[in-house]
């Protein structure tokens, strides 16, 4: 069965997992623009993603928007709980999913999904559990090697450079 849902989590996937405050109280994160180029691809070849990620954020939220991510979940206790929620809307199952974790949090989702990408730096316990342990870090192209690794994996070479040719 194909993948046609990328799950990602926020803090240590899409950003180096660092989160600053200014002396107002602002939240500053920063995202990888790479990262950002492979999602909206992906998106363009007609499958879909989602983010499900513990903490709330305005500015995972305006990064979400931005590349078209039409499945957004913030301030999520249990990953999984949500994401069975949003496979029975999309009709899919765990076996066309594909996603990316860092931490014991993403542990339960991670485990059940068809392919589990761990970032290099992610914790040794979701290492143990990952089908893929990337050679990226977190925040530094880690959600860019997996995407481009989905489309081999998929078959989508062709379709995924054509959208850039």
């Not at 790479?34 to 939220?61: F, P, Q």
Request: hydrophobic residues 45%; negative net charge; charged residues 25%.
């Amino acid at each position: 069965m194909a993948i046609e849902l990328v799950v990602l989590d926020v803090d240590g996937t899409l950003t180096d997992g660092k989160i600053t405050y200014t002396q107002n109280g602002d939240e500053v994160k920063s995202f990888c623009v790479k990262d950002g180029l492979a999602i909206a691809s992906w998106i363009k070849l007609s499958k879909k993603v989602a983010i499900i990620t513990g903490r709330n954020s305005k500015i995972v939220e305006r990064r979400a928007k931005e590349l078209g991510i039409e499945y957004f979940f913030q301030g999520v206790q249990n990953k999984q709980e949500v994401l069975d929620e949003l496979l029975q809307h999309l009709n899919l199952t765990m076996q066309s999913v594909a996603s990316i974790g860092d931490d014991l949090n993403d542990f339960k989702m991670l485990k059940a999904s068809k392919l589990a990408f761990v970032p290099a730096d992610a914790s040794s316990y979701v290492k143990e559990i990952a089908d893929v342990i990337l050679s990226q870090n977190g925040g530094n192209g880690a959600v860019r090697e997996m995407i481009e690794k989905l489309i081999v994996y998929e078959n989508l070479e062709e379709e995924y450079l054509a959208l850039w040719q």
